[in-house]
């Protein structure tokens, strides 16, 4: 049984053939077994977590004598059989089971349908904290964030490839010149923040790379107990540290323009991450940050314009404005 709806409807359908498969279920069969969860396979039931135009993510449950036991598989459309290997070397880096700060152990890698099975963390993902947490709540789970991005980026194996501020730079001018082409003031704006984002581009080597995450966001983030326990490892690199930093802070900050109708609402929760990330990052991590905020920012407003149905322009504007005074 599959439960999906709305928008994750088709994509849910394209990539959960692959979980009907013999190969994905003599894979399950193999797990269940090794963990004494089950002899036989049991009945299954399939739940879409998130859905990309290149991979979709499941729970994927089985009804076994101890009660339902719970796995991610994510589906990708190509091989990425290296997501298991990254994985595996962070855990074994120190961001294991036991660890503090964490990520789910990967279990197995299905080739022949590009299956990914993950370990399923059970905890409280930081998103809903932020929407809907005390303020103490808030300040406490920012700091978690920081302090797992510190330790990944310090202790981290740096693997995959290099994620050059030159090959953003096509992406950025990519994002401006959409919202250019719908005219008026927010095109207006688009062009002004390109200009800005040319003229900061980060020199080569004027940075220290390391590990990347590559998608570092609040709903990424679990608290589990005294563990912190980050997912999503598909878009690991190498990169600037203020890259992953840019993507929580901006990610957060429109956590505060969507539930309070203000980017200021997690002001205090930005510093404390922040704060945090500095007692124990690496140094000179923020000297890009400006840039990678305001990239961020011009993403987030041509989202808001082309992909959001229906369009929030208003939305734009508010990211634009936000980007033009990061730089």
Known sequence: MMEAEGEFAGAALRFSVALA??????????????HGWAQTLPAMRLRVLKAHKDRCTFEVSLDTENGWQSLIGKVHEGDRSDVLGAMQSIVDAGFGPTAEFAIPRALAYVPSLHVLLEERIQGTEVKEIFLNGAFDERLA????????????????????????????????????????????????????????????????????????????????????????????????DVADPARDLAWFI???????????????AHDRSVRAFLDAYGASGPRDATKHLPFYQAAECLHRALRDLHKRIPPIPEWTEIMLDEGLSAL
């Open 21 to 34: 498969q013999r190969d994905f279920h003599a894979e399950l069969h193999r797990l269940f077994r090794s």
């Open 141 to 236: 789970a920012a700091r978690r964030c920081g302090a797992w991005l510190a330790r990944f980026h310090t202790g981290a194996p740096p693997q995959g490839r290099l994620a050059e501020p030159s090959e953003l730079l096509v992406q950025i001018r990519y994002w401006a010149q959409q919202i250019r082409s719908s005219g008026g003031p927010l095109g207006i704006k688009a062009a002004l923040l390109l200009r800005k984002l040319e003229a900061a581009i980060p020199e080569p080597r004027s940075f220290e790379a390391c590990a990347g995450h590559g998608s570092y966001m609040p709903e990424h983030v679990l608290l589990s107990g005294r563990r912190t326990v980050t997912i999503d490892l598909d878009e690991y």
């Open 250 to 264: 901006v990610s957060l900050k429109r956590l505060g323009l969507k539930k309070r109708g203000s980017l200021r």
